[in-house]
């Protein structure tokens, strides 16, 4: 009983600031798959290539992006950033989120694109379709079509790790449940309210998630590894 009255106190008594900071994290989360979506198309570009070159640097990007932590990511940018270029948290949590990400997403990309039949490419070129034409319009949408759940998926990770960004000072869901249970010493009751504004996040995403799959009738796609 005592758990519940704790749960509704800190709902009524931090409910808007809750809510704000439920927008900041759906804004930085959105924004950096924005931006991962783009270094994710480019990389993919680059590990698809015949340019060994490009291959090479693909392989970089993403080793690297991969085999560190992504709180490492995020602090590096912020502050290596900071001595260059004056950038704000949230900015630099956006973009640090992206690159992280836009790792995994040019694996997708990368598997999505392999997946396709090279018929259909072979065709195109024999009409006299040139590469870059035929990987618009015939290899890239049938791609993203089949990427859609690996990169729902992604997303909803993104979603949870820029809890991360609280770190670097901005006010996100995680930040805000920091400074609640400071206040009301009440940390296990803060930190359950908080999961609950998460969850309620990802399960109206994953159910937009589904309702785009089915209007795009992505049917039994094939899994893309991105360990």
């Given at each position: 009983?005592?758990f519940l009255q704790n749960i509704v106190g800190i709902f ?72 260059i270029i004056n950038l704000d948290s949230f900015t630099a ?75 670097i000072a901005v006010t996100d869901l995680y930040n805000t ?51």
């Open positions: 009983m005592i009524s008594e931090h409910g808007l600031a809750f809510l704000k900071a439920t927008w900041t994290t759906i804004a930085i989360t959105a924004i950096s798959l924005l931006f991962a979506l783009i270094i994710g198309l480019i990389f993919a570009s680059f590990k698809i290539s015949s340019n060994k070159i490009l291959n090479w640097i693909a392989d970089i990007y993403i080793g690297v992006i991969r085999g560190t932590p992504l709180i490492v990511q995020i602090m590096f940018l912020y502050y290596g950033l900071a001595n949590g956006a973009l640090a989120l992206g690159v992280h990400s836009g790792a995994y997403i040019a694996e997708i990309f990368r598997g999505s694109v392999q997946s396709i039949d090279r018929g259909q490419m072979e065709a195109a070129r024999s009409l006299g379709m040139p590469y870059s034409l035929a990987m618009r319009r015939i290899i890239f949408p049938q791609a993203f079509k089949r990427s859609i759940p690996s990169l729902a998926n992604q997303f909803i990770i993104g979603l949870k790790d820029s809890s991360l960004v609280a770190y449940a920091l400074g609640v249970q400071g206040e009301n010493y009440m940390p296990f009751e803060t930190y359950f309210v908080v999961g609950i504004y998460y969850l309620i996040i990802v399960l109206i995403f994953t159910w937009i998630a589904k309702r785009l799959e089915q209007k795009m009738d992505v049917s039994k796609p094939k899994e893309v590894s991105i360990a």
